[in-house]
């Protein structure tokens, strides 16, 4: 699925965003009616609620040559489960740590409160993690011997 | 899960790990009359506490479906279950039948690398001085 | 040791119905299950300085005998890792009588866990821990791309044995992701770098109790417990726990909790 | 082994030789990687990458089949640079100066001319085998499985000799038997040559030896015939019953085909074994056999060290040790002298009549066991062989003459097959392919083939091929990979259902008898 997204040209960054349902995906969808503009290297999954992202999700996604993993959800407070969130902010406080103490760079895993309104602040978001990303280059854990053959 | 008041059972058994020629010290873990595990021996001179995967599976196909639990004997185009005593008395037979009809070389035997020293022993003692042959060897070429 | 001996016969006769512990046979010390007061096994019982996992030896005892009770002896690691267990419903500390015994000075030392001693102490002296920060140290010196090499070239040796998981007493799933394909490449060594190990850092985070067990079965002699150690200070900086220090307090990453959990995560 | 696997730690150069050492003893891979930490320079010579080259200081990736060429080719090199161990060279061996005439033509150009190793890593790799003060060569069958395996051998030992790597902890030429009693089972006179203890058959004092000890007359003083050798005789129908105990030859020996038409000819089969197998369907009698965790006894690893197995439960259903089994067989014939209770008692008389083993009990075995030789009860046991002399006095440096493997690719069959094990799976898989641990990891055979040959064919990775040689085919997947240089492919052979030694020579090693697993040729068609 990766290479489908940002093309082959070799500086493009590919990002997962994880979006849910309730909010940020409807946030994302606003960003479009409304025309904002944002970077298109980014692979959207809708899930539920954030809450029901596994840890491995994330590094599966990096796994599969992702740059970047952004994880964005409903402000805490307005969960449409109620608490769903305070789970996805827990392991993602832990998730990142972790990262970083193998080597990743924090940069490349980053989560965000985006609300059904907040359309702008969802290509705000989008266009500065891709800038992020982008300087942090192609990451480390990209599978090296399969991107050789995929290329 | 035991049934109640039954006697409680948990031992763990040194042994060696039988796949390959390195010799890893495992633990049999043994819960009521079944194995259930294995464990590294921890003191062990080679293997130190550590396994590959295969020595913390070893205890695995202890159990296998395709274990061979009966003697058999070819009737016709199948194997039929049978006793001991009638199997025994075919493998006397057919051993002894070429012996006499065809001489002691006539008949050979293959040891096996994966049975224990005493097994092999015995099995070239049978070959040497039962049947009077010395062709007796295993797969130690393959 | 005599005084285990005692102790053993004494748990069986104050109504224990068998006494998991360490015994010397033939040389080699390892886990004995001693059901009799008068069994020959208990002139062979014995700390020794062998460990295993006890912890996870108890788990398949209390399922397979429900209505015993077990009397266990005890390190400060494996009274931590039951304490961890019960809290994770895998075993029920009411059916079990544990009997604490305290790592030796050397024993300390030769380790490093954070407490080398269960809290209550039957056999031997309590001695302060000396917990060796040196891998952690060294790669928070380094840089993350220095980092990332540093882990690769450990995690390289790899020749996927599962040693970790199996002997640790804090891993009991039936199902272990590390053996679904589409997060770990079957069949294929070393392990898909770094999925295999990040998933069971991250499953050990809030639960590895510290033990060590994992690097001592690790062939390829992995720095795994700095790893895990790592997760669990993360864990405490971030979430102000540790497995296996309190019986009550539950890991925050085993239950939703509240806002002011998040609260302490967004300082 | 001539050491012990523990030392490998003190060594400071480990040349792994045709050892894929991490897939078939993991244990010992890892052993090696500890000393490679501690500083230990790691020479890997394979014709596949395997997880060793990776950290290897020079890796040469030779053709199958080239050994004598580039073993020739170190000892050149090492000579010509004034390298070679002159004083151990002087005091303990004899035959320097025929090894160095021998070897003077294969210089490192004639030898990359050969095996294809560029001149210039073979002479590195010299440099730092003979450079050290301790350096270990460890080999397994990719050594031994050709038709030139005994010359390949005797080769590594002149590399040994020539630089003094003899009789010190941390060196010595170490073969990594590939069963886990592969070691015991020769030890103890399952061979066609000699009973236990390596004691020649043909020897009129041993067999009068053995004569007394087993209260018989009449010894056979004519050496018997080895396995592939009865396998041919059983074809042209003059071997014409056989007993089988715990093997499976119609997976695990060379050229399938000529195997089954072998026993299939047989007046009479029998088998004893743990599990169904393939070569049950061709037998008289089945006689189940208890596991390993079924019974007690002895093994004896690659290192010389015999260590006990335990009984941990019962026999599943009516099956019964193998020793039982020899035992009630023989007195079903009639025969005395097989009234053991236990394998202990075994074992004491294995110990009467075998020197290497007089000192051993299982009292003293303990759980740590015992490295022969161990000549009395209070012989700590033996380390390290060699370590004053050789058995023999001197050491005899043997020259050897590269000769090519029995089959060579040619047109119709282009590309060379070499064969091998996996982590997961052991031998023939009658064990490993009913754990479910293992089975999880990986059930399938494959072909490793190179990219560039993959191309050629039009073959892509996973695609389904038929790989066939002179003497059979088999459908597997193809794996494209660069493990395997160009024009070789690699396939393991634990799969019955996609057998390798369909494929396989059964051409033998002259002296040793062993197959040519590790060459044919081979071609694939998608």
New interface residues.
Partial sequence: MAENIGGDNGDEVRILAFLCNWCSYAGADLAGVSRFQYPTNVLDVRVMCT?TIS??FV??AF?EGMDGVLIAGCH??DCHYL??N??T???F???R?????????EGRLRLEWVSAAEGEKYAEVIRSFTEEVKALGPS??R?RAKAG?EA | MAENGSEMNYRLVPSTCVYCGTGCGVLLEVTGDRLSGTLPQKDHPVSKGALCIKGWSVHEFVYSERRLTKPMVRSGEVLVETDWEAALAAVADGLSAARDKHGPDSVGFFASARCTNEENYLLQKLARAVVGTNNVDHCARL | MSDLKSIVREKLRDGADAFLCLKNEEGTVLPALITDADSPDLELVEVGDSRYPLGKILIDLLREYPDKRFAVLVRGCDERALVELSKLEQVDLERLVLVGVACSAEEAAACGCLRPYPSDIALGEKVEAAPGREVIDEVESLSDAERMAWWREQFSRCIKCYGCRNICPMCFCKDCALEEPHLVEPGVIPPDFPSFHIIRALDMTGRCIDCGLCEEACPAGIPLRSLYRKMQDIMEDKLEYRAGESAEERSPLSFLGSEQDIEKLEE | MTNSIAELEDAKVILIVGSNTTEQHPIIGERILAAARKGAKLIVIDPRAIHLSGFAEVFLRPRPGSEVAYLNGLINVIISEGLEDSEFIAARTEGFEELKQAVAEYTPQKVEEISGIPAEDLVAAARIYAGSERASIVYCMGITQHSTGTDNVLSLANLAMLTGNVGKPGTGVNPLRGQNNVQGACDVGGLPNVYTGYQRVDSEEVAKKFEAAWGVEGLSRQPGLTLTEMMDKAARGELKALFIMGENPMVSDPDLGHVREALDKLEFLAVADIMENETLELSHVVLPAASFAEKDGTITNTERRVQRIRKAVEPVGDSRPDWEIVCALARKMGASGFDFTSPEEVFEEIRKVTPSYAGITYKRLGTQGLQWPVPDEDHPGTPILHAESFPIGKGKFTPCEFREPAEMPDAEYPLLLTTGRLLFHYHTGTMTRRSPSLVREIDRAFVEVNPADAAELGIGDGEAVKVSSRRGSVEVNAKVTDKVGKGVIFMPFHFAEAAANVLTNSALDPVSKIPEFKVCSARIET
């Avoid at chain 1, 740590?97 to 760079?105: V, W």
């Fill in positions: 809450g840890p491995y590094i599966k796994q805490i407070g608490k769903g305070y789970m902010a827990k392991r406080g832990v998730l740590e972790a990262l970083k103490f193998l080597g990743l760079e480390p854990l599978k053959v």
